[in-house]
């Protein structure tokens, strides 16, 4: 972190260069997860824990790997680590395991973890790479919620399942409204980021 | 600044990529080892619950599952009557169609009536088809049909015809089980004679 700041991280992850509205990486399991409050919070805490230990393991390994290697050996990590958190959540939390359900895994083969570590942690110091992963987990799991707020409250009329009115959009409960709510998000984002982005796409 | 943009060891790649391999293999077993107990526990935790659901006041069961091999049909079990009464059978299966998978306990009476059938597990497409088979009522329709009454048609589960195709072959594939079973034991009865 000799010339970015935490700070600089921070704002990249979450607004300027947000994995999920600005990137668009990570869209399959997202759309499925933001169906819901719930759902939405256990993928994005899944996701941070797997880019964080997938960056630190690639970037302690990153002298010894190439371009194509370093992407591969990412991908067995972040399968390593996922399987791992998967069947956690089958013995601890069983509920959640059934919600997420085949979305958990395809974390693992999405662009998110492909981006920050197959390519950014093969690039940069363990720390750096901690640090970058973290702050892109964060602002993947912010979006998400910010859509399932606005899916869950006005499709169902609920916030983490409590019933709060009736009348609800029932487009929003299909993957066609999450769509939609998905775009708008991103629209917003990129009238927020503009085009400080292209100074961030490295 | 930091920047490796290509190996200063190339020639070690493959390997190291092929320990991040093993690596990753070990972190899937270990979690694997860890969680085995704790997850055959709530399994069977589960099996309890369902077949006290299907038959209250039970007095244990045993599995008879190799007795009879049917596809689609994982298990078979003798529930023996807590109240004085004949034992039972509770039959589990697994089918799918068209992307809903449905796995089903079955409950018969001692005569090969079907008691109850309730849903284990819902996966697949839609997503919600647990609460769609619950909520549409076709696990009732089944309630009281004998073995050998093969079940063709209910109806249809609006939003997820594929789990209602599922659960008929589910259930018929727990009546041809039940058949095997009542069928072997009277041509021991015979034999016996």
């Not at chain 1, 997938?54 to 190439?66: E, G, M």
């Not at chain 1, 083969?109 to 901690?130: D, E, K, Q």
């Not at chain 1, 709060?164 to 993957?175: C, D, E, I, K, Q």
């Not at chain 2, 190291?16 to 526990?41: E, M, Q």
């Amino acid at each position: 972190m000799s010339k970015r700041t935490l700070a600089s991280f921070i704002t990249e992850g979450i607004i300027h260069a947000n994995p999920l509205t600005v990137r668009l990486v990570g869209l399959c399991p997202a759309l499925f997860a933001c169906a819901t409050l719930s759902t939405a919070l256990a993928l994005g805490v899944c996701t941070v824990i797997t880019l964080v230990v997938t960056a630190l393991v690639i970037s302690l390994l990153n002298k010894l790997l190439t371009k194509a290697t370093g992407a591969l050996a990412a991908l067995f990590i972040a399968c390593g680590v996922l399987t791992a958190i998967q069947l956690f959540l089958q013995a601890y939390m069983p509920h959640t395991a059934k919600a997420l359900g085949v979305y958990l895994p395809l974390v693992a083969v999405s662009g998110i973890c492909h981006l920050y570590c197959g390519r950014f942690a093969l690039r940069n110091s363990p720390l750096t790479a901690v640090v970058n992963a973290f702050c892109g987990g964060i602002g993947y799991t912010a979006a998400m919620l910010a859509v399932a707020l606005v899916r869950e409250l006005f499709g169902r009329g609920a916030v983490f399942g409590a019933k709060l009115f009736n009348g609800s959009v029932g487009l929003l409960t299909t993957p066609a409204g999450g769509f939609i709510c998905l775009g708008l998000l991103a629209a917003l984002f990129k009238l927020i980021s503009g085009k400080r982005r292209e100074s961030y796409d490295d | 600044m930091y920047d490796n943009t290509e190996s200063k060891r190339p020639a070690l790649a493959i390997p190291v990529t092929v320990l991040a391999l093993v690596v990753g293999l070990l972190i899937a077993a270990l979690a694997g080892a860890a969680t085995a107990g704790r997850i055959s526990a709530r399994e069977k935790q589960r099996l309890d619950d369902a077949i006290s659901l299907a038959f209250n006041g039970n007095d244990g069961y045993t599995d008879i599952t190799a007795d009879c091999p049917v596809k689609g049909v994982t298990a078979v079990y003798r529930v023996k009557s807590g109240t004085g009464g004949e034992d039972g059978l509770c039959v589990l299966s697994v089918s799918s169609s068209r992307g809903c998978t449905v796995k089903l306990l079955t409950a018969f009476s001692h005569d090969g009536m079907i008691a109850s059938v309730h849903l284990l597990e819902a996966e697949g497409t839609p997503y919600n088809a647990d609460e769609l088979i619950e909520e549409s009522g076709i696990l009732a329709e089944f309630g009281g049909v004998l073995y050998n009454t093969a079940v063709v048609s209910v109806k249809g589960i609006n939003g997820a015809e594929g789990c209602s195709t599922a659960v008929v072959r589910g259930v018929n594939s727990a009546c041809a089980a039940v058949s095997c079973l009542l069928d072997t034991e009277e041509s021991s009865e015979e034999v016996a004679e």
